[in-house]
């Protein structure tokens, strides 16, 4: 009787048997293992997000600063030219001297004007002989209506020509038209002064005011009467307020003229100062935020990251409207927001993470806040 022959199995055969073994075992044992509690799937989540910290702000009304150049000017500036000709007498008044209205700044000769008053007089007193005489004569039927009309006329010239020999004789005194300094005065006494010809210039410094332009954004966000602050090249400093704005636009440059007015009493401060004019903007809402929790998206526009009482990460676009001691004031942000202030950067729009707030129910004086950390922080959301 013949034995059975055992033929050894290929190595590659043992090999695939013991891997189609194990896999077999592996998914054979699932059906005997426990199912992960729901408690331990919880944590197993919550080990996975993200942590953040974050911070509830809330809005304020800001005055935004607006901050441009500008330089100071005269209020007023005028030159005082001589209104009749002749030869300059006396100047009782030099450059650089503080003159009130109405003293003398040049005065002329009079040279025969006296004479010409008398003239002119004399002329005046025959006119009305002559005008009163023509009336007797027309109630006597003795004289016609035209006649009557030109004596009229002779007696008005006449008291014109009275008239202007005194207004002349005024005008040999050149007087100054407000309160001032006399800037320049190119006549000496001896000079021959024809009408229209500089007398003297004459600045007036107190009020002082100030100039400056502005954007066409900028214009719409200042008002007259608006409070404005002053800081010259040296320093000092100066308050006042909007006096004038532009209505119409620099061709060229797009920009509108903005002018403030500041008291002057002493005249320490003299025109053609260079500085920064600081007007405050119409009040707007907005949020104080420290600078680092600003981002750029990839549009190159501000933003900043804000998280739900959920967890869940938005992106918020802002517009930096000023700043301060204590940050940046931006506009853009819902009144009540939680802005990330740990972790903004790694974090993205609509993601889950697990969230810690850096200040309390206790800070907060909005009774919307407290109800929103409340849930938050209540059991049933931890």
């Known amino acids: 009787m013949h034995k059975k022959r055992v033929v050894p199995l290929n190595r590659n055969v043992r090999v695939s048997l013991i891997l189609a073994a194990a896999i077999f075992l592996w998914l054979f044992s699932g059906l005997f293992l426990s199912p992960t509690t729901d408690g331990n799937a919880s944590q197993s989540v919550d080990s996975t997000l993200t942590a953040i910290e974050a911070t509830w702000v809330e809005v304020e009304k800001f005055s935004p600063q607006l901050s441009l150049r500008a330089k100071t000017e005269a209020s007023r500036v005028v030159d005082v030219k001589a209104q009749v000709g002749g030869r300059i007498i006396a100047v009782p008044v030099e450059e650089g001297a503080q003159v009130v209205a109405g003293d003398t700044l040049c005065k002329i000769d009079a040279e025969d004007r006296a004479q010409r008053i008398q003239h002119a007089t004399a002329a005046l007193?025959?006119?009305k002989i002559e005008y009163n005489g023509a009336l007797r004569l027309k109630q006597n039927g003795y004289q016609?209506?035209?006649a009557i009309a030109q004596a009229k006329t002779r007696l008005e010239a006449a008291r014109v020509t009275v008239e202007r020999s005194a207004l002349d004789v005024e005008n040999l005194s050149i007087k100054a038209p407000f309160d001032g300094i006399i800037e320049r005065r190119p006549v000496e006494i001896g000079d021959f002064v024809q009408p229209g010809q500089l007398c003297a210039q004459i600045v007036e410094l107190?009020?002082?005011?100030i100039s400056?332009?502005?954007?066409e954004s900028e214009i719409s966000k200042i008002s007259l009467g608006s409070d404005a602050r002053v800081t010259l090249v040296n320093g000092d400093r100066l308050k006042g307020k909007i006096t004038y704005?532009?209505?119409?636009?620099?061709?060229?440059?797009?920009?509108?003229?903005?002018?403030?007015t500041v008291q002057n009493p002493q005249l320490?401060?003299?025109?053609?100062m260079s500085g920064r004019l600081q007007v405050e903007g119409q009040l707007v809402n907005a949020h104080l935020i420290s600078a680092s929790l600003m981002l750029l998206d990839d549009q190159g526009r501000l933003v900043v990251r804000a998280v739900d009482k959920q967890g869940l990460v938005s992106t918020l676009s802002i517009t930096s409207v000023g700043e301060s001691s204590d940050g940046v004031w931006v506009a853009g942000l819902p009144d009540l927001v939680a802005l990330v202030t740990l972790g903004q950067n790694y974090v993205a729009e609509g993601e889950q993470v697990k969230?810690?707030?850096?200040?309390s129910p206790e800070l907060i004086d909005s009774p919307e806040l407290i109800n929103s950390l409340e849930?938050?922080?209540s059991p049933e959301n931890q």
């Open 268 to 272: 320490k401060f003299l025109a053609g």
């Open 212 to 215: 400056a332009v502005i954007t």
């Open 355 to 359: 969230v810690s707030f850096s200040n």
């Open 206 to 209: 107190n009020p002082l005011k």
């Open 375 to 377: 849930l938050i922080d």
């Open 245 to 260: 704005l532009s209505h119409q636009a620099d061709p060229v440059t797009r920009s509108y003229r903005v002018e403030a």
């Open 125 to 127: 007193a025959q006119a």
């Open 144 to 146: 016609s209506e035209l």
